[in-house]
């Protein structure tokens, strides 16, 4: 196990199957757990339908005196009406009765399958058998990940440290992902856990941020989900309080680092996935003028399908920038595969599409690069192919 | 062939095979000509990177005293530059030598691959050909629907006639469509010709009332093409010159029954599509919203997969409707699927899914009806489901 990130100091998770998922080697509960009163922003779905446990959280960020998240998968507690408010807020209060504290100090996500009650017969037993085997290990923060997985074929982890004033802050982060996912936050749940001092403004700030840089830049199929939610943890055990704008910044870094890994984990295990694909669009006005284009790119379902076949299409590349709303003419694009100019200024060039389609029948990842010429804005997204197995893994459908 | 649609009074048309297409027995070329010259209105893709055929005819429209369109299949003739802009142009000039006008009164559409120049020759040898079949009759009119496909599998014609003052007017149109299909105009080409007379003014907003709630109300996949058109043709030939606003409205409602007949066979025809998908989305204060959520449902790849799986899954239904960006609540929202509730105002409803899917199964033909409390507006859409042939039809390469 030794090759598993560790948690920051201060932390202790957990991870365990209670029962809501019928396979017992499937773990469905997952707690993070902060020793002292803590930092906790969050960043939530955007969707108008959102879960009860976004309701309940949402309320409870940005918070000085937080202490944990409890997670459970297997069973989203979506469109469920009052009794879901009920039922995510007796969740954390099951975990507050144990760990000592308030229930509004405890965050709450749920993820699974929408329109269910939430088990609480389960939960009554697991969550209190979850927060005894509460550790600071690597083998305790694997098993919140693994807690927290739905259709995910693997934990998603990241680490990354920093040396500030002769001590070392470290931030840690899991996510699942697999389904659903794109911006403003799809069926994707992440905890990111620091170490370092970081107030409830400064957190918050520096959260969204790392949201709109990764997990807010990956689309799998453009059906942004009910139930997302993403949370900063920061505990101050490590003994650093950042006192400059270098150090400050160099945990943000670190920080944006770990969101960037794990959305793009997110993306390496979408459902069906066969292709990994990075898009960076360069070369306009406005930052949110390159993301639209990345958008629809990364979405455009013929450019998927193209891609998981290989097709070195730039038409439908460029087209789908055509038709995004952003004001462009065909004559502002170039456009290049995996390092080969496909289309200059307007006009494809005259490329060997069957050598380049034999590379990206071989090379997994695949990078998509446009480049304007008005202006100086730029976004890096990332997305997946479509495939016939997405489309059966999402067409299965058993009563 | 007696029970092919007519032409109106006034058109001629061909199709054939003039070498684009390497198969003989698939036609690449059609005519629609006016004996007279006849009122023009169109409307086309807008998408920003746009063929120069669509180029060339937005510039001649409106026109009082057009004489026709030509089309092409088998090449498009987009990202072709001002080669591009000269072959589309020569094209006009080709077929106004020949039925004696200037180049300015024939309109031009090509369809097919797009980045590759047009093949002059061929067209140079058929479109003399073609001019030489034009024909009144029924056969001629079926043989240019043909000439316009391309992956389409079934030529879509549609005809309405009224009876105004004793006497009869037509309606005829022909379209093609197939993949590409998006509001604002797919890689669909449709040209409606009547025999009633109607000034540019009235024809151009007759026309683009009608698109608006027929081929801007259907999708495939949401890729806006580069060299979508619609073109109507008037040529007063029936005598009919509307003195009424009755008189107008029933040709009106002729010309919106052609135009919705035409894109539903589009949608029909989709590729890959297993299920044909009704989408009525009501309630709403702006039809604007109920437009924005019902294009949201459509092109949700988790909605056209489940309905592709037969599953009756009202959480990826609303969820869609959540996140498109229309201000509402989950309270505020029901469902039904082919007749049977399954979500109402907020929570699901106890229903028969296992029955539902059974259904769906046999049926392939799907209503979603999602009604909500906040005002009057309504959009009907029509999509498809997303199979696994689509997605192989669509990743296949060959160079």
Redesign the interface.
Known sequence: MSDLPPLPAGFRTAGLHCGIKDDPQKLDLALFVSDEPCTAVGVFT?????GAPVKVSRERVPAAAARGVVINSGNAN????QRGIDDAKWMTALVADRIGCDAENVLVCSTG???RFLPREKLEAGIPRGIEQLAGTQEAFHNAARGMMTTDTFAKQSLREVAIGGKTVRVSGAAKGA??I?P?MATMLAVVMTDATLDPIAAKRILRHAVNDSFNCISV??????SDTVILLASGASGVVPSSQQELLAIETAIDDVCEDLAKQIIRDAEGAGHFITIDVRGLREPDEARKIAKAIA????VK??I????P????I??????CG?????ED?SLSLNGVPI?AA???TDFD??AL?QRLRTEKDVHIDLSLTLGDAACRFWTCD???E???L????T?
Do not use: K
């Open positions: 955007q969707n108008r339908v959102c979506a469109c469920t009406g399958v929408i329109g389904a659903m794109a403003n199929e453009g059906h942004t989900s009910t979405e455009g379902p013929l399908t193209a998981a076949g290989a097709d299409n730039w038409g439908r460029v087209s789908a920038a055509g038709y952003v004001d462009l003419r065909e694009m289309y307007g006009t494809p599409a069957a389609s479509l495939t016939a997405y489309v059966r999402n067409s299965e459908f009563t």
